[in-house]
């Protein structure tokens, strides 16, 4: 009897502790529910989040309608806005698709807008205001021959390849009269604040690092699987035998940045060099796509204003900013280093050992790309209409305070519609050249940079 009551007590005592640990943690569960806390979150809010997909590499989210927000860094405040997206993320009404998917009108004029998330329309309160909106308005607002129908080609973080990708597979069918390019700043800040390095699209080293470790490391990878399991996997010869799974080494190069673990590639001042000319390649591919298409190549706005942009620095004084710091350059030794993570050594780096600052870079990028872009522009004078210009010169040439800008590139609906009404006055005189002083006077109004180099001719 003493033996049965004893056992009687030891289940009880077993039951009234899985009870007691049910409830602790059913308490912590309510709590969490409740508060929303997150101790510790690895989430990040983007403007416009983004999907795989084909050729592309990503996308925004398509098919998407409703709410979004972008901090307005300028006044501290946020801006709350409505957008939509298509079935490929672009800001459009109409799905875009491989084959034919749109009758051009007899007397229509087609003008595909391509960019990052300013062209895209991140900072537009509502669809309606988007740069590509506010150009068919004015395109259609000052002369009744031609019905302007503008397409958002824009999707945001895309660089120039992506953007010239998104054209040739949905842009070409629709047969184009204008193509009109708002980019570059994506295509540096890939390259060196994402440290992605040339010729690639954000996001592309994690991409990598995911196909590696999920496709190249076995055919008995499972997709879902932490630390633990992973370490376990390494260590183990009997939960590998029991269950066939293979490790997954840690091939990421990790950099420290922006207060997130970033994967990333090293990235020196030569890739800053080599994305200068892999961009205006690139800008020189929207050339052609048929025989009667006029383009307009344009740096999209930056807030720094036209001075600091363009004139204010020399560029070697832009180039020893960027290399400038004790850990900007990542040297032979820094390559040769592990990193220890909870004593266990991984591959890469990481620490802030990430290259040239972003900040000159971006500076000497835009310089540079002016340069070679009016190179270009000039060597097509006979073959193709074509012109450049940099979308900021509507704005004054001083650090604007919130009413255009809500942070280094994104636009307020005030910004758009300036930027947009450039484009359209640019498209108007040369589509309407018996129109055209009417056209340059206005642009002359419009434009703020008195002393940039505008072509009026």
Known sequence: ???????????????????????????????????????????????????????????????????????????????????????????????????????????????????????????????????????????????????????????????????????????????????????????????????????????????????????????????????????????????????????????????KKHGMNMVGTKVTWDDVEKQIEFYVRIQGSFIGINDHCKYILSLQPLVHGYTNAFEKTAPEELKKQALGGSNRVVDAVSLAKYVYRNGKKIFGLLGNDTGPAYGPSALYFYRAAQVKLMELVGSYHDKADVEYVYGGIVFDDRTDTGTYFLDEVHMTDQGEDRVAKLYALMILRRDFPERKNEFNALLKDLIMVKQYPFEYS
């Open 1 to 255: 009897m003493v033996m049965r009551a004893t056992k009687i007590e030891l289940f009880r005592n077993i039951a009234l502790l899985i009870i007691t640990v049910v409830v602790i943690l059913g308490g912590v569960e309510l709590f969490f529910r409740i508060t929303k806390l997150k101790l510790k979150d690895r989430t990040r809010q983007m403007i416009f989040s983004n999907e795989y997909v084909p050729y592309l590499g990503f996308i925004n989210s398509p098919n998407r309608s409703g709410e979004y927000s972008v901090p307005n860094q300028l006044t501290g405040k946020l801006m709350v806005g409505k957008r939509s997206t298509n079935n490929w993320g672009y800001r459009a009404n109409i799905n875009y698709g491989f084959v034919k998917y749109y009758e051009k009108k007899q007397n229509e004029k087609i003008v595909l807008l391509t960019g990052g998330s300013a062209a895209a329309g991140a900072g537009a309160s509502e669809d309606s205001q988007t740069i590509d909106a506010r150009m068919q308005y004015y395109l259609n607002t000052y002369q009744d021959r031609y019905s302007y129908t503008v397409f958002n080609f824009a999707n945001g973080g895309w660089v120039a390849m992506q953007e010239l990708i998104g054209v040739q597979l949905f842009g070409k069918q629709l047969d184009p009269d204008w193509i009109v390019t708002m980019n570059g700043r994506n295509d540096i800040a890939v390259c060196i604040d994402h440290n992605e390095g040339v010729a690639a699209h954000m996001h592309n080293a994690l991409i990598d690092s995911y196909i590696y470790g999920y496709l190249e490391c076995g055919g008995a990878t499972t997709f879902y699987r932490g630390e633990f399991e992973n370490y376990l996997i390494e260590h183990s010869y009997a939960y590998r035998g029991l269950t066939g799974k293979v490790y997954i080494p840690r091939k990421q190069y990790i950099i």
